[in-house]
């Protein structure tokens, strides 16, 4: 029998069910770490009235975070250089901790580390010891706690030898600052490459969750093809940046005429670029479909999402209690074989395909 591996035909009562407060959790990569099926992004969270970039204030944001818990709602993400590398989405994640300490364990809490941002010599940024050590010591600072349950690098360096990285990472293991490890914005060859060092070295420290971009209208974007499967075949769950487009897999961009400042693809000068003809055409058609089954586009997107194989929890950001609670919602519906085949019929024209 391989002791390294899960036993499932050997378990007896589970002591706990796969769910809190009504959302269903799953488990990230190979490990024991239970996440719910809908997170938490908090990319766009800050101080926004300090040009720092950020959409979302901290007063919405507590409100936001307190129904997130009541939903079930996480598993949170964040990184260090959120908002002009101002470490301001980890400050406010920190008060609402700071203020609500009974949630702690209740919370699976994200982060990462690469970008420079509190400083300006070459050994700010990047995967050296020095700047994951000095970065994960100020990340928990900002973020008022004494550990953080899955750090990411935020991408890959290729400069740093990686048994250099993986250590650092496995020293932050040993002393219970970091709990489980992750990588985000890397290709199938940087992932192997990961594997290969894990696998050949005595250095304790897996890779089980990768964080790159996709939604079902785009895929992969283009220089990542191939990591879901990778992910799918090799205990990684993968997490997908911007899930919902950036808003456009929301109704909100089904009658353009009503779009304006406050949209995200508006205020963020893409919206020409991201509704052209072929993509409106496809939404529609899939909002007809989330329609007739009586959820909203949000919805069918996420759960069509948590559909697919290596696919793991989805951390949609939101700028309002309504969109999580929408999104939330999502985290529970199981859609049928046949509902799945209508959505991939709408999806399969697209070059990529899901
Ligand atoms: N690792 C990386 O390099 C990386 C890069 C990007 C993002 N991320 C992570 O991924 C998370 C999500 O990505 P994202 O913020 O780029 O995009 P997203 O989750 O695809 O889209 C979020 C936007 O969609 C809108 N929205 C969300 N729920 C809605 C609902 N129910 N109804 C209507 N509109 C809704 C909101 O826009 P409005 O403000 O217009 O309402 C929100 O800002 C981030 O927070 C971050 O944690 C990681």
């Not at 959790?25 to 990319?43: I, K, P």
Request: proline share 4%; hydrophobic share 35%; net charge negative.
């Amino acid at each position: 029998m391989d002791y390294r591996k899960p036993h499932p035909e050997l378990y007896g009562v589970p002591w706990t069910t796969d769910e809190f407060n009504g959302m269903p959790y799953r488990l990230l990569g190979a490990s024991g770490l239970r996440v719910s099926n809908v997170g938490l992004g908090t990319w766009k969270i800050g101080y926004p009235e300090t040009g720092d970039g950020s959409r979302v204030d901290e007063k919405t944001a507590l409100h936001i975070f307190d129904r997130a818990v009541e939903l079930g709602v996480t598993f949170w993400d964040t990184a260090n250089r959120y908002n002009n590398a101002s470490g301001n989405s980890e400050r406010v994640i920190g008060t609402w901790l700071k203020s609500n300490p009974d949630q702690r364990r209740n919370i699976v809490l994200a982060t990462k580390v690469f970008g420079g941002m509190d400083g300006f010599t070459p050994n700010h940024s990047r995967l050296s010891r020095g700047n994951i050590l000095d970065s994960v010591y100020a990340s928990l600072k900002r973020l008022q706690v004494d550990h953080i349950d899955l750090l990411y690098f935020h991408s890959f360096d290729p400069d740093t030898p990686v048994e250099e990285s993986l250590s650092a990472v496995e020293d932050l293991i040993r002393q219970d600052l970091v709990r489980y490890f992750g990588v985000s914005n890397f290709t199938v060859d940087q992932l192997s490459l990961y594997r290969a060092v894990e696998n050949e070295t005595s250095i304790r420290c897996r890779v089980i969750a990768v964080q790159n971009q996709f939604d079902i209208l785009h895929g992969e974007s283009d220089s990542y093809q191939g990591v879901l499967e990778y992910a799918a075949h090799t205990g990684i769950s993968f997490v997908a940046w911007s899930p919902l487009a950036r808003g456009l897999l929301t109704e909100k961009y089904l009658d353009l005429s009503k779009v304006g400042p406050g949209d995200r693809l508006y205020d963020e000068g893409t919206l020409e670029k991201d509704t052209s003809k072929p993509v409106m055409e496809k939404l529609h058609k899939l909002a007809s479909l989330a329609h007739e089954w009586g959820l909203k586009l949000n919805q069918l997107a996420i759960a069509y999402m948590l559909t697919l194989p290596g696919m793991g929890p989805i951390i949609a950001s939101v700028s309002s209690v309504q969109q999580v609670e929408s999104n939330a919602a999502a985290g529970k519906i199981a859609l049928n074989d046949e509902q799945k085949r209508r959505i991939r019929e709408v999806l399969i024209n697209e070059d990529k395909g899901v």
